[in-house]
């Protein structure tokens, strides 16, 4: 007789052999000793959590000779018909394979004859997802209303793309993954039950690694089983290709210390080794996982299914919980990277890169950063600066030193003038230049300047220390720097409508504090003229200038005038033609060149 593997020789035969699914075990129950079974049910759940094996035991519970009963016995002809899979009344239909409107139709046509040997027809639907748009609009009268005599059982992994249409038509259980208790517990009577020797750390790391999927704890036991007499933890790992303990330990031990070398050393170690780089991002992140949760709570028991205590206990110590969230989160981007990556190698290593130099923009990076400093800063003694002379006790027996404020180009600042005290004429302010190492010396009144008497604090006016000098009237190259570096500004911050609104002025004026600028087209005029607009840039004139600078809009049209106001040169009479003479002396005008 052929071998039959595990999980097919394993499988449930009735409701009180599945596993990790009590809801659903108790609802299809209470509803067979009730009579109230549906016409269309929808299972939903991860692969290998039992929803086929439940859809045969359901298609047997109400077939079987003795029911409809939540306990089929497995002996009639019925049930053994559909444990072999040759019943005329059950049928099992692959969505993925068997997807189109031609077989949905097909199906509509047999759905009315009555079944051969059972109480009803069930048409097991895997995998329903996969049906097309025009497959399921086919379906979708016949799962409403479909005859006495036909259950539909529809399973699925990906409910979310199930029409909702058909969801409101059928009564939905969905099946979660299957715990690792259960699943050791399972694979313990299984092992027992085939003649297969295994340890208890070894059902345990096949339950952690099969991720809540029943049928692949299963399939790993019986791969297992065949490398060696009794399955151990390291069985598993040769067969799974674990990267295993001992480099793990190492690998995070290099990465707590911070040595990038070493860790990429080993990193091309374990793949000349011929693990695949994803085992090893994985199992990495288990790992500090691992002593993650040693830090919160050091008595919970699956820590140890990576490590040993004492192991663990001593990598604690070389990273604080920041650090470890840190990692976690960048492991997690890097496993996304490698199902993109052409070369998962390099990923890796830029991933180790940055868990030993504690690198990332989250905020469990920063935090971790920040700890790390304080750490350095440790050892170091500090003394918190309450006086000035505790630090340079010599710049207190001298004046203190006098900067130039930076100049602006194309703008100057005065001193505030006070009654009765006359101010020369302000020097051009020098260059900014960087503070001296060493305290200058108080510079000398220049000759040429009145020496102002200096006023007590207490009576000093509360003007501002700097007014803006007003520019020169008709000042209109100044006026237009300015503006030129207004519009740049707005251009470096990517306000684009700003810039193209105001690109169309000039600007002709700047005295008292207010730029004056000229638009030919009147919309643009209005526009800047708005408050928006405004407060936009007399607040970048303001950075600009250090003061406060109004802006005013006009129309080109405004200023004809006030440019006409100045008399214009006559013309010598002499160069006038003898025609142009003749017209002035009768109508008595004048002549001025423009």
Not at 4 to 21: E, I, M, N, S, T
Request: glycine residues 6%.
């Amino acid at each position: 007789m052929a071998y039959v593997a595990l999980y097919r020789k394993w499988r449930p035969q009735g409701f009180d052999a599945l596993v990790g699914q009590e809801a659903v075990r108790t609802a299809l129950t209470n509803a067979l000793e009730t009579g109230r079974i549906a016409h269309a049910y929808l299972f939903a759940g991860p692969r290998g959590t039992g929803k086929t094996s439940t859809a045969k035991i359901l298609a047997k519970a109400v077939n079987c000779e003795q029911g409809p009963t939540p306990n089929p016995c497995n002996k009639c002809q019925n049930c053994v018909r559909i444990n072999e899979g040759t019943s005329m009344d059950v049928f099992e239909i692959d969505a993925a394979s068997n997807r189109g409107i031609d077989e949905i139709r097909d199906l509509r046509e047999k759905v009315a004859f009555a079944p051969v040997s059972g109480r009803y027809k069930v048409y097991i639907i895997d995998e329903v997802h996969m049906l097309t748009t025009e497959a399921f609009n086919a379906l979708l009268k016949t799962l409403e209303e479909p005859p006495p005599h036909v259950i539909f059982i529809l399973a699925t992994t990906e409910p979310h793309k199930i029409p909702a249409t058909i969801h409101s038509r059928c009564q939905r259980f969905d099946f979660r993954r299957v715990t690792d208790a259960d699943i050791v517990k399972r694979l313990r009577e299984v092992a027992d039950g085939s003649g297969i020797a295994a340890d208890d750390d070894a059902l345990q790391l096949i339950a952690v690694q099969a991720d809540g999927g029943m049928r692949d704890a299963l399939s790993l036991l019986d791969q297992c089983g065949v490398m060696a007499e009794r399955v151990t933890a390291e069985t598993v790992r040769s067969v799974l290709g674990i990267v295993g303990r001992e480099a793990l330990r190492e690998l995070v031990k290099t990465i707590g210390e911070g040595q990038v070398p070493k860790a990429l050393e080993l990193l091309e170690t374990l793949l000349a080794g011929g693990k695949d780089v994803k085992q090893i991002i994985t199992e990495l992140a288990e790992y500090l996982r691992a002593v993650l949760l040693y830090k919160a709570s050091p008595d919970y028991r699956e820590i140890y299914l990576t490590d040993t205590k004492p192991a663990i206990a001593q990598l604690e110590g070389l990273f604080s919980t920041d650090r470890l969230m840190a990692a976690q989160e960048r492991l997690h981007q890097c496993s996304i990277e490698l199902r993109q990556s052409v070369r998962g190698r390099i990923a890796a290593e830029m991933c180790l890169f940055d868990l030993c130099r504690v690198e990332g923009s989250t905020l469990a990076a920063l935090t971790a950063r920040v700890e790390k400093l304080e750490a350095m800063l440790a050892g170091q003694s500090f003394t918190p600066v309450t006086n000035v002379q505790q630090v340079a006790p010599a710049y207190t027996q001298q004046p203190a030193p006098v900067y130039p404020e930076p100049a602006q180009p194309k703008f100057s600042y005065a001193v505030a003038e006070e009654p009765g005290v006359q101010l020369s004429a302000p020097e051009p302010m020098p260059k900014a230049e960087p503070p001296a190492p060493k305290p200058v010396a108080a510079a000398k009144p220049v000759s040429a300047q009145k020496e102002v008497p200096v006023q007590p604090q207490a009576s000093a006016p509360a003007a501002p220390a700097f007014v803006p000098t007003p520019a020169p009237q008709g000042d209109a190259a100044a006026a237009e720097e300015l503006w030129q570096q207004v519009l740049e500004i707005l251009k470096s911050e990517k306000k684009r409508s700003m810039v193209a609104c105001a690109a169309g002025g000039r600007a002709v004026d700047y005295v008292n504090g207010i730029l004056t600028v000229a638009f030919k087209n009147k919309f643009n005029c209005k526009r800047m003229n708005a408050d928006d607009y405004k407060k936009a840039f007399e607040a970048v004139l303001l950075r600009l200038a250090r003061c406060e600078v109004r802006l005013s809009c006009v129309e080109e049209a405004g200023l004809m005038p006030k440019a006409a106001a100045a008399p214009a040169p006559k013309v010598q009479a002499e160069e006038l033609e003898p025609v142009v003479k003749k017209a002035m002396e009768a109508f008595g005008g004048t002549l001025q060149k423009l």
